[in-house]
């Protein structure tokens, strides 16, 4: 259970690099888009950014906020990527992508192409064999007679690092879309046996919930993404867990922790839950 709810609010954490994890996001009195690499505690806990020693590494350059990133690690690479986000809350979504070499931070942030596709917010991503991919999210349309709307995209991609002179740059490539949009899924998106899982968040019939305390606002089906072949299977729904949104999970001693997350519009809880990656 978690002490202090607020400190995972607006936070997305990476995978950890060597000895060390990096973190980026909204802390209570911090400014969106800034990003902090953590020492690991020299006891075992939860790999929240709450322990160890902390170092702020450079800012983005404009503040982005309901972002999605993510980290890609390979033999030849080890970068952040962040991609999409709203300057402001009420700001439009963006299509915006820029990287951050870990291995040299100094450099700051560098602008990489653009996300295909509209501008969007909430979107998921995982890391997968040195690649990034990145599903769903939504953004606000109008609707033919005027009215705004939830849009809940399906769109999915992977981002492929390549070297390029002096640093990396990289390329998107558009996969097979989602069986159904899911926008504020739990990110990075956890990686069971080689295949994506996703639980929760909320799909284009949830989006059309107007009572924030209905507990059907968030989807409780579930889905798997091969990544190797491109597809996507249907697991059916949990009940016996409350779904969650806009929540970070972090793999540890081999499982997949879900850190707090709402249960319904503004509502966070601190229970902590994981499953095995077996």
């Given amino acids: 259970v978690l002490h202090d709810r607020q400190l995972l609010r607006g936070v997305d954490v990476g995978r950890r690099i060597g000895d060390q994890a990096v973190a980026q996001g909204a802390e209570p009195g911090r400014a969106v888009g800034e ?6 505690p020299g006891q075992q806990r939860l790999p929240v950014v709450a322990g160890g020693q902390r170092e702020r590494l450079v800012p983005l350059e404009i503040g982005l906020g309901q972002r999605a990133g993510g980290v890609h690690v390979d033999h030849q690479h080890a970068g952040r990527v962040v991609a999409g ?4 809350a009420t700001g439009a979504p963006l299509r915006t992508t820029f990287g951050l070499d870990l291995k040299h931070v100094q450099r700051g942030w560098f602008p990489l192409p653009e996300l295909p596709g509209p501008g969007r917010i909430l979107a998921s991503c995982a890391q997968y064999q040195g690649r990034l991919y990145l599903f769903s999210s939504e953004r606000t349309d109008t609707s033919a007679g005027g009215v705004p709307f939830r849009h809940i995209l399906d769109d ?3 981002f492929r690092p390549r070297r390029d002179t002096g640093g990396w740059t990289g390329s998107w490539q558009k996969l097979a879309p989602m069986p159904v949009g899911r926008s504020a899924v739990a ?3 956890p990686v069971l046996q080689g295949r994506l899982f996703f639980w929760g968040g909320v799909d284009p019939l949830t989006a059309l919930n107007t009572d924030p305390s209905n507990p059907d606002a968030i989807s409780k089906d579930m889905l798997l993404y091969d990544p190797d072949r491109d597809s ?3 697991l059916g729904r949990e009940l016996a867990q409350r779904p969650r949104v806009t929540l970070p999970a972090v793999y540890w001693q081999g499982r997949w922790v879900y850190v707090s997350g709402e249960v319904s519009a503004g509502v966070r809880t601190d229970r902590v839950i994981s499953i095995e990656n077996d």
């Fill in 232 to 234: 996507w299977q249907y």
């Fill in 35 to 40: 990003a902090a690499r953590a020492e690991p």
């Fill in 187 to 189: 990110s990075p998106v």
């Fill in 85 to 88: 986000g709203a300057g402001s």
């Fill in 156 to 158: 999915a991609y992977c």
